[in-house]
Each structure stands twice: as C-alpha cells, then as structure tokens.
C-alpha cells in the first residue's frame, strides 16, 4: 500500500488540521514534536504529511506531490488550482471583503478609476471587473493593505477581515462582502479516482467529526 501525502498549511491552520486528523485515528505525534524533518509520517496508516506555505498547498496539490491538503478559501480562490474542493472543515472563518474610509459606504460606484490595495489581486480584479463590471488599477501590497487608503495609495482595499478591529481603528469600514473564507480539504483529481476508498473514508471521517461540533 503506497502512502497518501497530506500538504498542511504551516501557521494557524496546522493545529486544528493536527486536532481533526487525530480524531479520526490518524497518528499526528510527529506533527506535534519538534522534528526539523520535512515529511513527517504515521506509518500505521501508511499516510505522510509536510507543512507548506499556505499559497504552495494547492500547487503541490494540483501536480499531484500531495493527494490532499488543508488550505483557506482565499488562498484557493488567489491561486485558481485544478482540484477539487471536498469539505468545508468552518474553521479560521473569515470574510474576504472591499473596505474603505467610511464616507464611501454606498457610495462605491461613484468612484471612477479605482486603485484597489490587495494581497489578493486576482480575487479583486475578479471580483470589479467581473461581477462589478468595472475596471480598475490593482497595487499589489504585501504588508498591512489598510495603510494604503489612509496614505492616498489607493480608494479601497480588498482584505480578509476578521473582527474588524483593525478597519475599525483606521477609520475603514467594510463596503461589501466578496466571499465567506474558512479553512478547506482539497484532494488531486487522479488522487480522487486511484485511491477513492482511502481518501473518502478520510473525508468520511472528518465529515462525521464536524457534524459532532
């Protein structure tokens, strides 16, 4: 029996992907130690993990180096992979939204030549030019987006907000809702039909566990 490969999404999601698997009886003990291994095992159940930056899971998912992985919707939605998105598993639940100072709220479609702030900018242009019909200048920000209006860089942000705190505390509110993001289990579509029994029972699995919560 080959192993099943699981890409993990280093950071927040790790412990509670670590939380799920080991109740369903997969074995996480070197996941949890302080190993510098790169692929750490459960050799009972013949399954393999690694840890991977949140935008490389669902690369290494897509080419088939990891028949599933645990990864947030706006990283799947940014990065655009051919897989297939099996379970919504609800946690590191979030919003992906457009904020901006408050004197825009209902005020969006005034704007003209918008630049938008964005560490996501495919999921903005998506979003504008797509469901908006609108089209905009994207600047790409890999630090705090919520800087960039309040410093005359762009009109608006598109951001994940959480509580809201930060928008809050800069004078930005939220000027409408793109996505609800959450943490989600991809697998590989030849993955999916080669080793059917095994993945499904995971997904079966971890289905049942949150349905207990």
């Known amino acids: 029996m080959r192993y099943l490969t699981i890409a993990l999404s280093k950071g927040r999601l790790t412990e509670l992907s670590i939380e799920l698997f080991e109740k369903i009886g997969i074995d996480c003990s070197e996941l949890k130690g302080s190993s510098r291994k790169l692929?750490?095992?459960?050799?009972?159940?013949?399954?393999?993990?690694?840890?991977?930056?949140?935008?490389?899971?669902?690369?290494?998912?897509?080419?088939?180096?990891?028949?599933?992985?645990?990864?947030?919707?706006?990283?799947?939605?940014?990065?655009?992979?051919?897989?297939?998105e099996v379970l919504n598993l609800g946690f590191a639940a979030c919003k992906m939204a457009v904020a901006g100072p408050a004197e825009l709220q209902g005020k969006l479609d005034e704007l003209n030549n918008k630049r938008v702030a964005t560490k996501y900018p495919r999921i903005a242009r998506d979003y504008f030019e797509h469901k908006r019909k609108e089209s905009i200048e994207v600047i790409k920000?890999?630090?705090?987006?919520?800087?960039?209006?309040?410093?005359?860089?762009?009109?608006?942000?598109?951001?994940?907000?959480?509580?809201?705190?930060?928008?809050?505390?800069?004078?930005?509110?939220?000027?409408?809702?793109?996505?609800?993001?959450?943490?989600?289990m991809v697998v590989n579509r030849v993955s999916m039909k080669m080793e059917s029994e095994r993945i499904n029972s995971i997904i079966d699995g971890i289905s049942n566990q949150l349905e207990k919560r």
């Open 39 to 84: 692929i750490l095992c459960d050799e009972k159940n013949k399954i393999k993990f690694f840890l991977a930056k949140p935008s490389d899971v669902p690369t290494y998912v897509e080419y088939g180096a990891a028949d599933l992985g645990i990864v947030g919707k706006d990283t799947l939605m940014e990065e655009g992979r051919h897989l297939y």
């Open 141 to 184: 920000l890999n630090g705090s987006v919520e800087l960039a209006p309040l410093v005359g860089l762009a009109e608006v942000i598109v951001d994940l907000v959480e509580s809201g705190r930060t928008l809050k505390e800069n004078g930005l509110v939220v000027l409408d809702t793109i996505a609800d993001i959450s943490a989600r």
